[in-house]
Structures are given as structure tokens and as C-alpha cells.
């Protein structure tokens, strides 16, 4: 029997478009982020809310992702942002391909930040690389303390934790300093932000943040 | 279930080594997973299997080779097995490292029936 050695990246395709969205994004000096959670989190809420918070200081396009509705959006397109919307119709993740076949509708012109929202999960998403200059996961306090151990590969491979509906915490299950130590121990470079969308605590903390991100892009 | 498309791509991959008219059939597609991939190996297994059923990969064992997740500290270079993906190094306790092993997610060989000679 012959053995044909090949050491060939499962997911090199891929790689190599998520490396032309990379060369796209720093060519009109764009700053990318990649929303990650699990369904439910409230991607899409902290989403509104920042678009609310931000608007009119930056010009910003949004990507979102969704296995079967364009119902996010609708809900982004309220506040004047463009966005595209990428029905993946069952699959779990988006894939370079989709977002640049997604960018390829968006006047980039004068575009200092996009926003990438991934599909709900905290699994699938963490394999594949979009062109993003960051990860932002967001972990809420109704799911408890204990996702970053669950789910290590996506807050390895993220930049930035959003604890989300902190609001809830006199409710809920969830040691806010057990969630940060064990997000930390998985990435102690984790920048970590702290919001409620019921509230809006937070929200000009992660907004004011983001602009500064993208200013020193360009 | 990204496990399904990933399959997927290794069987692209497979193709342009050994296209469907070679007249070898394959006996094992060989590949290393991380632990730090987020792929989990049975699911892949299971994808690979169900995906090659009805082609002419049918019956060709996918063979993982996990890897496990390893850093090396950049305060004392000491490099070690991440236990519990405890991020921290045994000897000195900076959590300063980088990664050296366990993001692998890589096709590494193909092993045919040709009546060739084994390695």
C-alpha cells in the first residue's frame, strides 16, 4: 500500500478568502469585529442598542447572520445602518465566502467599523475565520458562570467578553466573579465589558470603545 | 454541526490527490485534530462516513490523530500540557503564553489500495 503525505488545512479555502476580506477591510480602513454568543444572548439587543448610541458619530455597516430569517436585519435597518443579511437556511456558522459575497453589496466607501453578527453558537463559529479584526463573544448571566469552560475554543479565540444582561443578576444563577475568572483563565487578555440592554448600562462603554478601535485604524 | 462541513472540505481535498476515476481506492484519509479546534472527532467520524456513503471513498477509514493543547510560557519559555485549559504556567504562573500545539485541523495523508509498498 502507498501512503500520500500532504499536511494540507482542512479549512485552507476558507483561510485564503477570509485572508482577501482581511486585505479588503484594511484597504478602506475598516474595523471588523465578529459577534459570537449562544442563541439568545443578545447579540442582536447590544447590537440596537450600540447602533442607537452611535448613531450619527460613525459610518458603519452590518452583516448579520441568521440560520433561517432576515428578522435581525429588519431590526438593525431601523436606525439607518446598511445591512445585509446572510440566511445560512441550517448552517450553524457563517463561512468567509458568505461574508464576502455579503460585502460585495455594501458601498464601503467612507465604512470605518462593520459589525459581524455571527449565528447563535459557541461551537461552530470559533473554526471559522471571517476576515475580522477581532471576536467579541458575549456571555449573559442568564446562561450562569460557567460558559467559558464549556465552550474554551471561542473565548480563547475571542478579544473581547460581553456579559450581557446584567440587569438580571439578583435573579439569576450566575457569580459575576466566577464568570470573569473563568473567562480569564481561558484568555486572560480578554478586554471584558459589562452591559444591560434593559437598562443601557454599559452600552456608551462598548460604543465609545468601538469608536476609538476604529480610529486608530485608519 | 460544522463537523458536516468540514467533512466536506476534506473530502475536496482528498479529490484533488486521488480524483474519482483513479482506478486506487483509499484505504485512510489521516488527519490530526487539536483539542484546541473545536472540532469534536466522533461527530467527524460519523460526518466523514455519512458523506462518503454511494462515492468511491465509501468504505476509507478516517483516521484522527488528536493533539493535545500545549503552550509555551514567553516569561520563562518553559513549554507544557494545558490541563483543564488552565492557562497558566506551572513553573512561574505568568499567563503569558502562546499556543504551540492543539489548533491543528489538518489533512496529513492518504494511504491507497494499490498494492504499493508500504512506508
Given at each position: 500500500m502507498s501512503v500520500i503525505t500532504i499536511e494540507r488545512k482542512v479549512l485552507e479555502k476558507?483561510?485564503?478568502?477570509?485572508?482577501?476580506?482581511?486585505?479588503?477591510?484594511?484597504?478602506?480602513?475598516?474595523?471588523?469585529?465578529n459577534i459570537v454568543s449562544s442563541p439568545g444572548a443578545g447579540k442582536t439587543s447590544i447590537l440596537e442598542r450600540t447602533l442607537e448610541h452611535l448613531r450619527g458619530s460613525i459610518r458603519l455597516?452590518?452583516?448579520?447572520g441568521d440560520v433561517q430569517t432576515d428578522l435581525d436585519a429588519r431590526r438593525v435597518a431601523r436606525f439607518g445602518v446598511p445591512a445585509v443579511q446572510i440566511?445560512?437556511?441550517?448552517?450553524?456558522?457563517?463561512?468567509?465566502n458568505l461574508v464576502r459575497d455579503a460585502l460585495a453589496s455594501i458601498d464601503l466607501t467612507g465604512v470605518r467599523l462593520l459589525i459581524i453578527e455571527n449565528v447563535g453558537n459557541l461551537v461552530c463559529p470559533s473554526n471559522?475565520?471571517?476576515?475580522?479584526?477581532?471576536?467579541?463573544v458575549v456571555a449573559s448571566t442568564t446562561e450562569?458562570?460557567?460558559?467559558?469552560l464549556k465552550y474554551p475554543t471561542m473565548f480563547r479565540n475571542s478579544s473581547v467578553l460581553i456579559i450581557n444582561k446584567i440587569d438580571l443578576l439578583p435573579y439569576v444563577?450566575?457569580?459575576m466573579s466566577t464568570l470573569r475568572s473563568n473567562a480569564l483563565q481561558i484568555n486572560p487578555s480578554l478586554k471584558v465589558f459589562e452591559t444591560s440592554c434593559t437598562t443601557g448600562a454599559g452600552i456608551e462603554e462598548f460604543g465609545r470603545w468601538l469608536v476609538e478601535q476604529a480610529s486608530s485604524k485608519r | 454541526m460544522h463537523e458536516l462541513s468540514i467533512a466536506h472540505n476534506i473530502l475536496e481535498i482528498?479529490?484533488?490527490?486521488?480524483?474519482?476515476?483513479?482506478?486506487?481506492?483509499?484505504?485512510?484519509?489521516r488527519m490530526k485534530v487539536g483539542e484546541l479546534s473545536g472540532v469534536v472527532s466522533e461527530s467527524l467520524e460519523f460526518c466523514f462516513d455519512a458523506i462518503t456513503v454511494g462515492t468511491y471513498l465509501q468504505g476509507a477509514h478516517l483516521d484522527i490523530e488528536p493533539i493535545p493543547l500545549k503552550s509555551e510560557c514567553r516569561k520563562c519559555t518553559n513549554t507544557?500540557?494545558?490541563e483543564e485549559y488552565n492557562f497558566r504556567c506551572p513553573s512561574c504562573g505568568s499567563d503569558d503564553l502562546s499556543i504551540i500545539a492543539g489548533r491543528e485541523l489538518q489533512v496529513t495523508e492518504i494511504e491507497l489500495n494499490d498494492g504499493g509498498d508500504a512506508p
Open positions: 476558507n483561510d485564503e478568502i477570509a485572508r482577501q476580506n482581511r486585505q479588503l477591510f484594511a484597504t478602506h480602513g475598516i474595523f471588523a469585529i455597516a452590518v452583516i448579520e440566511v445560512t437556511r441550517g448552517g450553524c456558522h457563517l463561512e468567509a471559522y475565520d471571517l476576515g475580522e479584526s477581532m471576536k467579541v450562569g458562570d460557567d460558559k467559558p444563577n450566575c457569580s | 482528498v479529490q484533488q490527490y486521488v480524483p474519482p476515476n483513479d482506478t486506487r481506492s483509499i484505504k485512510t484519509v507544557f500540557r494545558v
